[in-house]
């Protein structure tokens, strides 16, 4: 990878897209060279580029420079391998293990069904990223434990001593050469902001993205087999859910919504769009809204998913909405009225 950067994006930060009684400070809680300061800003004489911040980011808020071209690379050859700056450098390099979060790992398992998969890491417990590949492994640990399917991915550990690799292993995974030289003025244009990326990081920290870097790896790994059912933390919604709609209120990136149909609450849930932060889980006041290990095709993860359909209740008095399933179906300002019913409604 060409000097990679770890970038900070204010317009995907969570902490941005919609304001909570209690803000993300993950990449910062696992910075593990405290190169991360209150306003994200990122100290160049102690950062790394480890990845541990953007692996626990739930929303590309920090994001590798180099990423995109790590998903192409896995797609466009026969016999993918990743290699860390001090693993023997076979295929494309990394900065660190640390960079692979959940949906990279699912993304590389699936790839490892149909293609020679591998990683490649120097001594870990010699590294001064030893913490973010750990980060890195815990993800993976997860993935497999929800999954139960074997590990096909081949992890080895190859430090690098300086020889060089087999050529012919070498070969199977060197990346493919640019292509050709397009041409025209759409072209020109591209290659002008790719240019301006490079030259000043500003330009793409201004980017704002409605998906994640990895989960259009996983995205563009099942397009190749759109039958195939891979993991996934999805919203799952219950039988107590009062159709409040707080949880698509919410919801950073929209992911879920909320619609009016026939007379019926209508929830549908976008997987893509999905940042996993669990604010609905934990916003949810039946706590009956989940996060919870789903299997979904390219369809349902690309698509739109209806969790539920609810019939809206109103105050039986007032006829103002209620969001709750007791009875009498009262708001509580009616309830009030009505001593008998202290310790019920309210």
């Not at 929830?267 to 006041?285: D, L, N, T």
């Amino acid at each position: 990878m060409n000097a990679p950067q770890m970038i900070f994006h204010p317009g995907n930060c969570l902490n941005n897209l919609k304001p909570f009684s209690r803000p993300c400070q993950l990449c910062i809680q696992y910075c593990p060279h405290e190169a991360i300061d209150g306003s994200r800003n990122i100290d160049r004489s102690k950062c790394t580029d480890c990845g541990a911040c953007m692996s626990v980011c739930p929303s590309d808020g920090m994001l590798d420079s180099g990423m995109r071209a790590v998903g192409e690379y896995l797609l466009r050859v026969g016999a993918p391998a990743l290699h860390c700056p001090a693993a023997q450098p076979v295929g494309l390099e990394i900065p660190c293990i640390g960079v692979l979060d959940r949906d990279a790992w699912i993304a590389l398992l699936l790839l490892a069904e149909r293609r020679d998969v591998r990683v490649l890491t120097g001594d870990c417990g010699l590294c001064d990223d030893r913490q973010a590949c750990a980060v890195s492994v815990t993800a993976l640990q997860n993935v497999t434990a929800d999954w139960g399917a074997p590990l096909k991915v081949k992890i080895e550990i190859r430090p690098d001593t300086g020889a060089a690799p087999d050529a012919e292993e070498a070969a199977r995974s060197a990346p493919p050469p640019p292509p050709a030289k397009a041409r025209g003025l759409k072209a020109l244009r591209a290659a002008g902001r790719q240019k301006m990326k490079e030259m000043i990081p500003g330009v793409a920290a201004a980017e704002v993205t409605a998906v994640n870097e990895t989960r259009r790896w996983l995205i563009n790994v099942l397009a190749e087999d759109k039958e195939r059912r891979a993991p996934y933390l999805g919203v799952r919604i219950g039988d107590a859910c009062t159709d409040c709609c707080v949880c698509a209120k919410i919801c950073p990136r929209g992911a879920l919504s909320i619609t009016q149909r026939e007379g019926k609450v209508v929830h549908v849930y976008e997987s893509a769009r999905c940042m996993q932060c669990r604010r609905c889980e934990e916003i949810c006041g039946p706590q009956t809204l989940k996060l919870d290990t789903v299997y979904l095709t390219y369809k349902y993860l690309t698509g739109k998913i209806l969790l539920r359909e609810g019939v809206p209740r109103y105050c039986a008095k007032c006829g103002v909405p209620i969001y709750h399933h007791k009875e009498p179906g009262l708001c509580l300002s009616c309830a009030a009225k009505d001593p008998a019913l202290k310790g019920v409604l309210y």
